[in-house]
Each structure stands twice: as C-alpha cells, then as structure tokens.
C-alpha cells in the first residue's frame, strides 16, 4: 500500500503518527519527507516558457485553439 499525506508541517501530530502506524500496522515502512512543489512557480522560472505559456494563453483567449476528439488524438498519434 502506498499512501500520500500532504499538510503543513504545523500540521504534524502525534495524532497524525498514530494514523500511519494503524494504516500499516505491523509492516515495515520509509518515510520520506519533501516540500511542496509549485508547478506553477518552476514554470515561469524560465523567461522563454514564460513568454510561451503567456503567448498560448492568449491565443487561446482568443478562440485560436486546436480541437479534436480522444478518438481523434490516437489516430493521429497512435497513442
């Protein structure tokens, strides 16, 4: 079994440990502890796909979108 917890740290509880050690009760397990990745920020960390991102929203503000079925999408790509 894998399970995900995402919270603040401030969140952090004995409460919280309890609640792994019922979830995998007698198992032997990692923990691994990571911040929080924004997308969003890592994204527009670069200028050039910022100016991109920027230039496809617009366009796509504007109606100039592309626009074809699941059914589609795998017969041009075969996927």
Not at 3 to 8: E, L, V
Not at 43 to 49: D, G
Not at 56 to 71: C, L, W, Y
């Amino acid at each position: 079994m894998i399970t995900t917890y995402q919270m603040d740290v401030n969140e952090l509880s004995i409460e919280v440990l309890n609640a792994i050690k019922t979830a995998f009760k007698n198992k032997t397990i990692n923990i691994t502890v990571s911040e929080v990745f924004d997308e969003t920020e890592y994204l527009l960390a670069s200028k050039e796909n910022k100016a991109h991102l920027e230039k496809s929203i617009k366009e796509a503000e504007e109606g100039k979108v592309v626009a074809f079925t699941v059914e589609e999408f795998k017969n041009k790509y075969g996927k």
